[in-house]
């Protein structure tokens, strides 16, 4: 079965860090751009941080999160990371991965403009920031 699986989520204090992970299995991720989205209660889903599909280095981040996060990939592993820093009450929410294939150049800007179109999602990780 084709999946992505969060993890790395929890509580952390105003200033904290998390590290969160997301592993592909039943697939490669090689030809898919990566994105993270954040849900926060009673908001809309939206892009946090993208990476393109493989062969190309091309990363997005929202305004809100520039110079904090920083996103990765470890096609090794079939994983990608979202390094959190200098984290706020307003990070907290459901963190989900998405993917979605490209068979040339997949921009992570257009990944994380909008939900619509992806191959897969997770079922999503939660973060709360909170002193």
């Known amino acids: 079965q084709s999946q992505l699986v969060e993890s790395g989520g929890g509580l952390v204090q105003p200033g904290g860090s998390l590290r969160l992970s997301c592993a592909a299995s039943?697939?490669?991720?090689?030809?898919?751009?990566i994105g993270w989205f954040r849900q926060a209660p009673g908001k809309e889903r939206e892009g946090v941080s993208c990476?393109?599909?493989?062969?190309?280095?091309?990363?997005y981040y929202a305004d809100s999160v520039k110079g904090r996060f920083t996103i990765s990939r470890d096609n090794a592993n079939n994983t990608v990371w979202l390094q959190m820093n200098s984290l706020r009450p307003e990070d907290s929410g459901v963190y989900y991965c998405a993917a979605r294939m490209f068979r040339t150049y997949g921009s992570a800007g257009f990944l994380c403009a909008s939900t619509y179109g992806m191959n897969y999602w997770g079922k999503g990780t939660l973060v709360t920031v909170s002193s």
């Open positions: 990476i393109s599909n493989s062969g190309y280095t091309n990363t």
């Open positions: 039943g697939f490669t991720l090689d030809h898919y751009a």
